[in-house]
């Protein structure tokens, strides 16, 4: 445990000489990578989204790649393919850019559909088919997505359906004045990527996954967790609400979050702190609702502020055995 | 919003911990507690028919509170339906059922006839000595209280799971039959064993944390908690050492039951119970006697001078009474009289009052009547009692012999141990010997009266100092102001200093007249007076205690005894013509008001000096004890210097409620939606100041396993929050904030006791509660 916060602060001192004022986007970037989750980017261009990546990489000693994104990247430019080698007579496997630890897709939603969901599957099962083939990523394996929410002519935006396999959405936002201020310094003297050390490696990232896999989470905080979950569908706003997969995605990534405070369990405050981050961009609102103006994240700040927060788990739960006895009677 | 939280798992800020351990078991305990703790009133009452109505009403109290659980009424329905089983009960039981429509439906005549009885209860409840019988007006008051503490104990324990004011409100009620009442050498150990067991049982079923079979180990790692074995262990030790001085396990009762009509129960010296007769200016009536002349009615007598200390005896025998019986001393020269007595308010008595001496006894309950020939003492026998309206009749021999014939017995001839006085006080021998030089007695009988009319020259009181043991009687004859019992004491030990067997003899003077031949006796005459041995005559009394009028009475005077037939020159008037009121005649103007507890108190304070530690208290093991748990701990603490103190996560979540309360006093409640960071933040302000309670609580509620020593800082986190929300605040803003967090804790308490029961309801049909 006292390992696990070790190493995450190491990390996260480090990629703060390079994000200025960002530590909020830092955290939640590690956090998916120890939930073994993926991150959509939605951002303005130029406010860092690539330094993030290939700072990240640079300290955790691993394989960062980038692909841009365009209408006409090919699925196979992603995943790879086999290329028939004249001198030996056979088909070898050029693997293509997914096959690294860091995998930053820049401007995914240029691509068109087929592209995207080469990487999206890619991205889900942590191995890729060609030609019968199968071919296993690398571990740690992150994918740190960029999307422009403001161009939208000629993109393909992702559908429902491919967001839910990002763990979480960010959006890096503006640095303050002061911040962007030491940003034109630091970026005036040089490359500052260059001077990151690793301060970790693969094997140990995996062992972190591993422990915060787990942690230690009170029945009644998973159950929090899913009358959040439930709270979404619910909410009269909210046309399509959460999936199961959303309930494992926010338990997953409190594990990461508790475990980079240093905690070896979760607490709902960091449920709490996630949701916007791991729900918001699965919801899809009632056209009603988006006429109004309303966003997918004033809709959780009503769940959140609507559902009991659990006091306490000293004992056996008592939520289900009720409900039980309810159906038995 | 349309989110609908399950509110059982989510009960918002004042939700109660979990309740693991089945809520049979936990109330089998309280039913084993509550029958633990009615065991002593096996010393209130006589006989075991006492039990039935009792065990009764713990069950069905019990039973209602659990069935209104199981339908899941709250602590009001649990209430109300206590309320009526109760009442249904009393009547049923005790009312006579002609007043219950239907036999069934209580009426207002019903009501009546239970405040009637509730009524006789109380009366009786003051009058009655223990043991007595469980006559219908005291078992309505036992059954009331007995039922309405199981209610209490249920509600506590299982409802509220406080187990430890549970067993204390079952305490209360173990403790009063102990306290109030004398054991006739019966030990109260057997009675505390269950109790403890039953206790034990209940703390550990009814506990918040309380898991069956398993304990857990907090903090994990290597938890050393020599404290708290230390601490459990010296806890035992000393409870089971000391509890020997908790009133009621000696011999004695603390308390003498105002109503001891009589004080005729026994322990090791009659004189203990009767003393606070001896003072006592009741007029409740003892017995009524039909007699042709006044009689002095003999309880017992006091033969043993003991270690200087007081007058006892050495426990009453009793052969069974058939025919005549013997008789304790030849008496050739006698009156015989036909005496009838009965009992008025001698009920739960064992010693039978009768005039000295009786040959023949005629009664109904013959069989149960006992006679020790040595002390002239008439007892019951066994476990009986004597019940007012139990009547006897007596044949009975008065000594009458004639002054000369005593003056020519030898009484050097008498049993040496009726001579024998020791470490009596010089003064009282010295003063004897003056005496009796000075009124020139030489023979028994006159150095007898001599000492007799002496004494009564002093003062009577009955403020005196009580006891008449050595420090006691050295007071009375520096004072020469007493009462009935330190004349006859200190009478009868300056006889014995002179060489003339005497004892004290105590029970009642004639009473008053009512009749042509009739007496009523009342404990205002309780009495204790003097009898000398003269061998071949018998035992003949005298009577050293003057009026406090300046009249003298006379055991036997109308009787014509020797003493005081002979004795003309004394000024006395005779009763049986004036008939007048003993009580009225002894009484002072101001009513004495004995402390019930000081009679006890003087002798046990002179015994301690002259037998330490005889009481049987253990003091040498419980010292050994005490030094060896002590040196244990020291040596296991430094052996394992880093054990902490273990805090239970229960201790900071029950901080964090009373910054919840302070944050409601302040008009910032909890709200459900908030996680314990964000609202101990908002209370404190500042979320530094209150990061450390938070982490504390957060690890409490949350985590696996609980550390040791987190709850110090969270202490210092929580005083710090209430040091900045209050510190600026005046006075009356405070008592403002005081009465709303006291409003918003009973909320919490209300809603809690009925999320309990819902959530109790919901464990007993889901089957027992699964580990998580």
Known sequence: MQRLGEETAAIEQQMATVMEGKPEVVRLLLVSLLA???????????????????????????????????????PTDITGVTVYQQESGRFTFRPGAVFANVVLGDEINRAGPKTQSALLEAMEEQQVTIDGVTHALPSPFLVIATQNPIELEGTYPLPEAQRDRFLMRLSIGYPSADAELEVLEVH????????????????????????????????????????????????????????????????????????????????????KHLTPYVLAHRLVLTPQARMGDATPDDVLAEVLASVPVPTSDRGPQAGAPRRQAASLR | MTARPTAESTAGPCTAAGRPVSEWLLVGACAALMAAAVLPFARVFVGVEFARPVAAAILLSLGGQSLARRAGGGPLTGLLVGIVAWSMFVALAFLPAS???????????????????????????????????????????????????????????????????AVAAALVLWT???????????????????????????????????RMGRARRVGGGSVAPAFGWVTGLGAVVAGVLLVGLVPGFGERALVQPGGS???????DNPMVDIRSNLVDQSRIPVARVSSPEPVYLRLTSLERFDAGQRWTNDGIRGDPVSGPLPAEAQQPLSRSLNVEVEALGLSGAVLVPAPYQPRAISSPRLEDLRWDSDLATLTMTGDERLANGDSYELAVEVPNPPLEALREVDVSEANPALTRVPELPEEVGALAQRIVSEAGADTAVDRALAIQQELRSWEYSLNPPAGHGSNAMRSFIQRRVGYCEQFAGTMAAMLRSLGIPARVAVGFTPGERVGDSEYIVR???????????????????????????????????????????????????????????????????????????????????????????GGGLPWTWLG???????????????????SAAIVAPGEVLARVQRVERLGAGLGRPREASETDAEYLAAVARDA???????????????????????????????????????GGLGRVTRAMVAVRSWGYGARCWVKRARAGEGRRAATLTAGPPGAR
Not at chain 1, 201 to 225: F, M, T
Not at chain 2, 261 to 267: H, I, P
Request: net charge neutral; charged share 20%.
């Open chain 1, 188 to 271: 005036g003297e040089g490359d500052r990527l260059a001077e990151l050390s690793p301060v970790t490696d693969a094997s140990s990232i995996n062992w972190l996954k591993e422990v915060v896999g787990q942690l230690h989470a009170a029945p009644a905080l998973r159950r929090y967790i899913v009358d959040v979950v439930r709270a979404t569908r619910e909410h009269p706003a909210v046309e399509l609400g959460a999936s199961p997969r959303a309930s494992l995605a926010l338990l997953r990534a409190a594990r990461a979050l508790a475990a980079i405070a240093g905690r070896d369990f979760v607490i709902p405050d960091d449920v």
């Open chain 1, 36 to 74: 073994g989750g993926h991150v959509l980017l939605e951002d303005v261009p130029g406010v860092g989204k690539t330094l993030l990546t290939k700072a990240l990489g640079r300290s955790l000693e691993c394989t960062v790649k980038r692909v841009q994104f365009t209408p006409d990247l090919l």
């Open chain 2, 688 to 726: 530094q100041r209150a990061q450390p309670l938070v982490a504390a609580v957060e690890r409490a509620r949350w985590a696996p396993t609980v550390p040791a020593g987190a709850d110090e800082a969270a202490g210092e986190a929580e005083a710090a929050i209430r040091a900045h929300r209050l």
């Open chain 2, 176 to 210: 009063v039959p102990l306290a109030v009442t004398t054991t006739p050498g019966g030990q109260a150990w057997r009675w505390a064993v269950p109790l403890l067991i039953a206790a034990v049982a209940v703390l550990l079923l009814g506990s918040d944390t309380a």
């Open chain 2, 261 to 267: 009509g009589g004080g005729l129960t026994t322990t």
């Open chain 2, 624 to 642: 050994v004890a005490v030094v060896g748990l002590a040196g244990g701990g020291l040596l296991w603490g430094r052996r394992q210097p880093r």
């Open chain 2, 523 to 613: 404990r205002a005459n309780a009495h204790a007076w003097v009898e000398v041995l003269f061998p071949d005559y018998g035992w003949v009394s005298f009577e050293p205690t003057p009026r406090s009028d300046g009249n003298v009475l006379t055991p036997g005077a109308e009787a014509g005894m020797a003493p005081t037939q002979l004795d003309s020159q004394l000024t006395r008037r005779p009763q049986s013509t004036a008939t007048p009121d003993f009580g009225q005649q002894q009484g002072p103007p101001q009513q004495p008001t004995p402390s019930p507890a000081a009679p006890d108190a003087g002798p046990d304070a002179e015994a301690a000096g002259g037998q330490p530690a």
């Open chain 2, 99 to 165: 007043t219950l429509y239907g036999g069934f439906v209580p009426t207002s005549e019903t009501l009546r006839a239970g405040a009637e009885l509730f009524a006789d209860g109380v009366e009786l409840v003051r009058t009655r000595p223990a043991p007595t019988f469980p006559v219908p007006g005291l078992m309505v008051l036992t059954v009331t209280g007995v039922w309405w503490v199981a209610h209490a104990v249920d509600v506590l324990a299982v409802r509220l799971r406080s187990p430890l004011h």
